[in-house]
């Protein structure tokens, strides 16, 4: 078996080459620690930033929205398209929209949906949706939906909703 000897400063003939070694390793503490107190402060600072969803005062309100804050799936509550009531979605039928890295995808019953987004500020701006086309029981309610979803809105988040406004009329979520 081979023993491992430890070397030190003297063994290593430095001893006399460095002012002290005690110093040095103190040196090397008081660096550390400055090292760790930046990183400390750093992380402090970036975790008091708020990550929860901002809402807007009102649609024309200057709180801008980011994709952050979109991530995640979202239920959909009603359609109210423009100059009619709201209709809420139809019973037994599964209507989601789901956000990711500049992409999108929806549920709309038993078709899906997929494309692109950008925001910027209030303004969410959808891609062409690439769907698949079965029959579904709710067509009328899929075609209004998918055609709603299409194009520029409005975002406002309040709490646990999201709502899409445009000329088109407005769509309600939940998570």
Not at 1 to 12: G, L, N, Q, S
Not at 111 to 123: F, L, M
Request: glycine share 10%; aromatic share 6%; with cysteine.
């Amino acid at each position: 078996m081979i023993a491992a000897k430890r070397y030190d400063w003297h063994d290593a003939g430095l001893a006399s080459t460095l002012p002290h070694a005690d110093h040095v390793t103190q040196s090397v503490r008081l660096f550390a620690f400055a090292v760790l107190l930046a990183a400390s402060s750093f992380t402090l600072a970036c975790s008091e930033s708020s990550s929860s969803p901002t809402s807007p005062t009102s649609s024309s309100g200057s709180s801008a929205l980011t994709a952050g804050q979109l991530a995640g799936t979202w239920t959909l509550a009603s359609v109210q398209p423009q100059g009619q009531a709201a209709q809420a979605v139809p019973g037994g039928a599964t209507y989601t929209i789901t956000f990711g890295d500049q992409q999108l995808s929806t549920r709309a019953d038993c078709n899906t949906c997929g494309g692109s987004y950008s925001i910027a500020g209030q303004t969410l701006t959808t891609g062409a949706l690439a769907c698949t086309r079965a029959a579904c029981p709710t067509m009328a309610f899929e075609s209004t939906y998918t055609q709603m979803l299409g194009g520029t809105s409005t975002v406002a988040i309040a709490g646990s909703t999201l709502t899409l406004t445009s000329t088109r009329g407005a769509l309600r979520f939940v998570r």
